[in-house]
């Protein structure tokens, strides 16, 4: 007798590689419509499309809000919304032009903005976990309250003396080639990414987004994970205020606004549910390129700036709106329109369904079965089929007589 | 005996904190500048925030349901550039009719945002983010980016907001009178029960065979209407109108809502708290305007006023948790 085998249980969950749905991933899908787009750019103006420099000034038009959309992933994950970026980003270029100005290195300056950045968001990240707060009301209070800030300390005057390497950084390309500001944005992403999918603390995002009682009892540190995430979210808009500061070259009190819901919008275009615990950090990436592009596009359409909100709103909701057509919609739709909303001329064509499923199996296995001769093989197989055309004509004509007696039915009802 | 119980029905009064602010500011008013207390500014006071009350209703309706509405500011726009519009390509129209239209198109705009949340089941938020670009966008596209000046308005039209009635502009009336129907709308009639209890609870709501989706949509055609009428009644009473009127009032709307105690999860908040938030931060703004060099304080001051706000109402909560706690206590 052999010792019996041990029941293990395998705990590391990990689905095989299936190419069918590698493709029709949320991240593939913006793949396509980023390519879709470049397309239709190629199409439009191919001379502009190839010329040197086109490609780059795209890439860098969407880097200033793109840092911003990173920690916004974060924030959203938590189920959590954080509308003040617009302000913290004003605040924290603040607190570095002031610096630059009063003729602090620019070391110190950054370090001192990015700090600025981070302790706004400590002081969202208190509030909403401390005290309990929703997310949305500090936000929109702490959006007020700093951009306030930044009036009265800034009054009319515009900060222009920012270092020449923050425009390089904003405007220039590395040989001529590849943006400065896309390596800065795709370096800060890899840190992201890794942060969210390779580590215990993105792992508890996740669950915390999903239901934060489940990971308050199973030992996490709730309140401290979401200051810091707030913190993070402070930081990442402080370093796009860098890329700010260097593309616009001076800054004023008033600038800025509409950032913030521009980031939401990206980050839930890029497939993070606002509902908190769902999306990846490779989406909000992609989505970021595909605003970018979009405006481009629109831009060479001669569409007015104030008409292509229009398409980033439809596109928004059509975003959010695709995963709701899946099996059961449109089950759903059958029901009502096929089936006249009855379940149980749905259930027979479901039966059936199964039925001439398993046939077909049937036949796969006479395929794989080898001691069968060319003839066996064919009349088994002419069987089976014979066995799905009556499945199939069974089933038509269950389905008529059920509607037809509910016809009936209900023709006596009224 | 009696007259203690009057003032705990005072102390308990849920608006109190409010109240006293009020107050306070006032006396502080009294010090600051007399003039405050002047019968035109006090007209004009009104008048300058008979817009922002009206759409404070109207979020006042979508807050309660447990939703936000964050494209009020654009359909405000929609509203009041389609308004002007149909002024201009035609003279002969009745003010009245012109704000009639005025609410149909917020309503319209309203429709499908409630659709989209009640039947399509998105998050208010992300839609009425998206409506809220696709509106903006609408209302550049209805102006082609026009600006509309004093001018361009007919008599009849720009006359109705300045309309004096017992010394208060007629806008100022369009605001009192939609509290009251609101008021009364909220709190004595079914549907207007209803959004209170699908914020409350919306299982229990389902149990008691309140249809949910419904209800969504008829809260979010209440808040577009009111940003309907606010936009035309802003177009009457500025005369000036572009696509980009009413940009982040939005914000403004809400942080006032809060202020008056109606919460963001949605079930609770009352008229009369929303009424002293509007005349409390009427004053605000009003005083801080008439300090030389002030003005700029409004963005700050309206936000650390809402943050102590929240603060206070969920110390007050939990205080009246505590105590009933310890009368059940004590009964045992």
């Known amino acids: ?414 | 005996m009696k007259k203690n119980n009057i003032l705990r029905k005072i102390l308990n009064y849920k608006e109190f904190g409010l109240v006293i602010a009020l107050i306070v500011l006032l006396i502080a008013a009294l010090f600051i500048n007399k003039s405050f207390f002047t019968f035109g500014n006090i007209s004009r006071t009104l008048t300058n925030n008979s817009v922002f009350a009206i759409l404070t209703v109207g979020i006042m309706f979508v807050l309660i349901t447990g939703g936000i509405d964050i494209s009020i500011g654009s359909i405000l726009a929609v509203s009041g550039v389609s308004v002007t519009e149909l002024m201009i390509m035609n003279n002969s129209i009745p003010p009245i009719v012109l704000i009639l239209a005025g609410i149909a198109i917020g309503a319209a705009c309203g429709l499908i945002n409630g659709f989209l949340v009640g039947k399509m089941k998105i998050v208010p938020m992300i839609v009425t983010l998206g409506t809220m670009y696709v509106f903006r966008g609408l209302a550049f596209v209805i102006t082609q980016g026009a600006w509309r000046f004093p001018h361009m308005f007919t008599e009849a039209f720009a006359s109705y907001a300045k309309t004096e009635i017992l010394g208060f502009d007629a806008i100022v009336f369009w605001a009192v009178g939609l509290f009251i129907v609101a008021g009364l709308f909220l709190g004595y009639t079914r549907p207007g029960r209803r959004l209170y209890a699908i914020g409350t609870s919306s299982e229990s709501s389902k149990v008691a065979g309140i249809r949910e989706d419904n209800v969504k949509i008829l809260a979010y055609v209440l808040c577009g209407a009111c940003a309907g009428l606010a936009g035309a009644l802003y177009a009457a009473n500025y005369l000036t109108v572009s696509s980009d009127i009413g940009k982040g009032y939005e914000m403004t709307a809400i942080a006032i809502c809060i202020l008056g105690g109606v919460s963001i999860t949605g079930g609770r908040g009352r008229m009369d708290g929303v009424v002293i938030a509007v005349i409390l931060m009427s004053v605000i703004t009003s005083l801080l305007s008439m300090i030389p060099g002030y003005s700029v304080w409004q963005d700050a001051l309206q936000g650390a006023i809402i943050i102590v706000a929240v603060i206070v109402n969920i110390a007050n909560g939990s205080l009246a948790d505590k105590r009933a706690l310890r009368e059940r206590g004590n009964r045992i």
């Open chain 1, 1 to 414: 007798m052999s010792t019996p085998e041990i029941q293990t249980r395998d705990l590391a969950v990990k689905e095989k590689f299936r190419l069918s749905r590698f493709l029709v991933r949320w991240e593939m899908i913006l793949v396509y419509i980023l390519a879709a787009i470049n397309l239709l750019l190629v199409i439009l103006r191919p001379n502009l499309y190839f010329e040197s420099g086109t490609i780059q000034s795209i890439i860098r038009s969407g880097m200033d809000i793109s840092v911003m959309v990173l920690g916004m992933i974060f924030v959203l994950m938590l189920g959590d919304i954080d509308v003040s970026v617009g302000a913290i980003m004003i605040v924290s270029c603040m607190v570095m032009g002031l610096l630059l100005d009063a003729g602090a290195p620019a070391a110190v300056a950054i370090i001192a903005g990015i700090a600025a950045g981070g302790l706004c968001g400590v002081f969202n990240g208190v509030l909403v976990a401390r005290f309990r707060m929703p997310a949305v009301i500090v936000t929109i209070a702490t959006s007020m309250l700093f951009r306030g800030v930044a009036e009265i300390v800034m009054g009319e005057n515009t900060l222009k003396n920012f270092p020449d390497w923050f425009s390089t950084l904003a405007w220039g390309d590395l040989g001529g080639l590849i943006p400065y500001s896309m390596l800065f944005f795709l370096a800060v992403a890899v840190i992201f990414a890794v942060v969210l999918h390779k580590t215990k603390f993105g792992r508890e995002l996740y669950i915390i987004g999903n239901s934060s009682t489940v990971a308050q009892y199973s030992g996490i540190r709730v309140v401290r994970i979401k200051i810091i995430v707030f913190a993070v979210m402070g930081v990442s808009a402080a370093l796009s205020g860098i890329l700010f500061a260097g593309r616009l070259k001076g800054i004023s009190s008033g600038m800025g606004t509409g950032y913030e819901l521009k980031a939401i919008a990206i980050a839930v275009l890029g497939g993070v549910s606002t509902n908190g615990g769902k999306g990846k950090a490779y989406g909000p990436v992609i989505a970021v390129f595909i605003m970018a592009f979009m405006t481009k596009t629109l831009d060479l359409l001669n569409v007015h700036a104030n008409i292509q909100i229009i398409f980033q709103g439809i596109i928004l909701l059509i975003a959010v709106m695709i995963p709701m057509f899946n099996k059961e919609f449109f089950d759903g739709l059958k029901l009502r329109f096929v089936f006249m909303g009855d379940k149980n001329i749905e259930a027979i064509s479901r039966r059936s369904a199964k039925e001439q499923q398993e046939l077909k199996a049937g036949i796969a296995e006479v395929y794989a079965d080898r001691s069968l001769t060319e003839g066996e093989r064919k009349a088994k197989v002419n069987e089976y089929n014979a066995d799905i055309a009556a499945s199939k004509k069974k089933c038509r004509d269950d389905i008529k007589r059920a509607k037809d007696e509910l016809k009936a039915r209900r023709k006596n009802v009224v």
